[in-house]
Structures are given as structure tokens and as C-alpha cells.
């Protein structure tokens, strides 16, 4: 698909969202909930909504734009009828916890009705280094200081669980992690004060990209392997994935300006396709597998979704699948 026809579908789309007053009762009228326009699942809603059209399917979809926990909201109130939310803070409105621990019983009840069609991997948690520090694996980070992100963040909790997991321990002094977030602490890796920084988002990043035409940076890897000792560290863990992006993307995405001796990962959790339960197991089947029979269209859009693979559509969910949805997965042999 050619960028000017994504902005044309995405403002076309947000043209029809803005003038929605009700969900169709026609269950094939879907009205999907996209975290903000210019977010990935955003751009995939879009040209899955593309995608159903020029199969001539009856299926058909309007995009709108409300956030996650507001989209989640929707879904439970029927006014909208897909919503993407992130695994862990699906769990949190389950158990009334987090961003939903003042709802209402009548919602978290209707949360429990919640069900996966599938799973993409978009944004992701990466840690980035001057290319001068000498940090060229996780463990590097040993005696070095290093952003961990905003007072009170998630990013800090994560990465405290991480540099654990690799046997370092930032109350212990082991590193030198200071809560600042990324723009900022780029500032202090160019004139030679910090080290290194997490960062949130997708590729190219454009913090990123603007700082490696000051100076010379590496992206560092969390390793692989050490995975279950972090998920064992950190509420909702489990849900929690890495993303490998290929050392080519990496040289692609920044015109080899930022180092990446092999494939890189990133951290991150599979934010969900979700429907209620009662959507017809038909409606459900032939929307998911339009989607991944095409991704290729989807695949084209962006570098960010040149990596969504059908490999992840069901990794670390933590809704159940729909039925529907689950007998494409079935078919393919992604479950059994």
C-alpha cells in the first residue's frame, strides 16, 4: 500500500468515526478502537479495514481513535465493537487493578466477557548506549549509568526487573540508574554525562534518530535467555515478550548510524485485538483470517509493521481466544 493512500483510508476513517453516534446492529458493522492516529495498530486497523472492503467481504470496518483504557471501556459498554489493549493492563481491569481499580463491578463484570482475536507486537522498550561506553551486552551496564525513565514509570520497574535478571542490582549501586526520561538523558549522552537510556516506541525512533546525527550509538540487547528470571520478578510478567528486530531493519531504519553487531531485541507486551465473547464465531473467523492472509498489505505500510508476524498472534495472551478466531489459529497449526 502506497503512504498516500493509508492517509487517505485514515482520515477517511476518522472522518466516519467522528460522526458515529452507535454501534450497527448488524454484528459485521464493526467499529474498531485504535490507541491514537498515528499509532501502529492505528495504521494495521486501517488497512485491515482496507483489506475487508476490496475482498468484497460483508464484513466492514470504521476506525476510531479513544485510547486503550478508554477503548476498553467502549467494548465493555457496546459502543464500540474491537478494542486493542495491552496484555498486562487487560489483566489489571480484569482484577480492578491499576488504570481501572475505580470502575464500576457492572464493567469489570463485563470485562470478564473480553476475547482475543489476536495479538501484534508494535512498540517496544529499548535500551540504547554511546557507542564509546563500552556497553556492547546487558551485563555491560555494570558500573555504568543509565536512564531508566519518568519517576513512578513503568519503564524504571521494568528495567530494575531486567538488569536483576542479568544479575545487577540498581539499589545495590550495581548501576547507576537515574529516572529521566529519554529526551533529556539523550542530551546527557551527548555531552558525555550518561551512558545509556531506555526508550519507548517504535522504528525508526525519532529521539533516536535525531541523537545519532550528534553521536555514535549502539542499541543493547536484553538476553534472551534470561527472560523467565524477569518474568518470575514482575507483576504480570508472564505477559511480557521480546521483540527480535533483524540487525538489517536496524541499519535500514537509521542509515547505519546506529550500531547493532547482530539481531536486536526489544521488550514489550502483545497488545490485543479484543471483541466481546458474543460476536458471532463466523464474524470472527472471517475477519482474523482476512487480516493474516494479507499481511503482506500490512507488512508494506511502515518499517514498524514490516515486522508483525503471524508467529506472535497468540503469543502471551492473557483474554482467552475467540472462538472464531481460534479456529483460523487452529487451521494454520498456530494452536491446537
Do not use: C
Not at 57 to 86: E, P
Not at 277 to 289: M, P, Q, R, W
Amino acid at each position: 500500500m502506497k503512504a498516500t493512500s493509508l492517509k487517505s483510508a485514515a482520515a477517511a476513517a476518522l472522518i466516519l468515526g467522528s460522526t458515529f453516534a452507535a454501534v450497527s446492529a448488524n454484528a459485521a458493522d464493526l467499529v474498531v478502537n485504535a490507541v491514537s492516529p498515528t499509532s501502529d495498530d492505528y495504521a494495521l486497523s486501517v488497512t485491515w479495514s482496507n483489506i475487508l472492503a476490496k475482498s468484497g467481504s460483508d464484513s466492514s470496518m470504521t476506525v476510531v481513535d479513544n485510547g486503550t483504557v478508554k477503548g476498553l471501556r467502549k467494548l465493555a459498554k457496546g459502543q464500540v465493537d474491537v478494542a486493542v489493549i495491552g496484555a498486562p493492563h487487560y489483566q489489571d481491569a480484569v482484577n480492578r487493578s491499576g488504570k481501572f481499580k475505580a470502575d464500576p463491578e457492572s464493567l469489570v463484570s463485563n470485562y470478564k466477557n473480553v476475547r482475543a482475536l489476536f495479538a501484534i507486537k508494535t512498540s517496544a522498550g529499548q535500551y540504547v548506549a554511546r557507542d564509546d561506553a563500552g556497553v556492547k551486552q546487558f551485563g555491560d551496564f555494570a558500573g555504568k549509568s543509565l536512564a531508566i525513565g519518568r519517576p513512578g514509570g513503568n519503564a524504571g520497574r521494568v528495567t530494575a526487573a531486567m538488569l536483576s535478571a542479568h544479575g545487577l542490582d540498581i539499589k545495590g549501586g550495581d548501576v547507576d540508574g537515574q529516572h529521566l526520561k529519554y529526551g533529556p538523558a539523550l542530551e546527557q549522552m551527548a555531552n558525555g554525562s550518561m551512558d545509556g537510556t531506555f526508550v519507548w516506541g517504535g522504528l525508526p525512533h525519532a529521539a533516536v534518530d535525531n541523537a545519532s546525527r550528534t553521536m555514535d550509538l549502539r542499541f543493547v540487547s536484553p538476553d534472551p535467555s534470561k527472560m523467565d528470571t524477569f518474568r518470575k520478578a514482575i507483576t504480570n510478567g508472564k505477559y511480557y515478550v521480546l521483540k527480535k528486530v533483524p540487525a538489517k531493519t536496524i541499519a535500514k531504519a537509521y542509515d547505519g548510524r546506529v550500531k547493532a553487531d547482530s539481531d536486536i531485541y526489544f521488550w514489550t507486551f502483545p497488545m490485543m485485538y479484543v471483541v466481546n465473547k458474543d460476536l458471532s464465531n463466523d464474524v470472527a473467523y472471517e475477519i482474523t483470517k482476512a487480516l493474516w492472509e494479507n499481511i503482506s498489505e500490512v507488512n508494506e505500510v511502515s518499517l514498524a509493521l514490516s515486522l508483525i508476524s503471524i508467529d506472535g498472534a497468540t503469543e502471551a495472551l492473557s483474554a482467552d481466544l475467540h472462538p472464531g478466531a481460534a479456529r483460523y489459529f487452529k487451521e494454520k497449526g498456530l494452536i491446537n
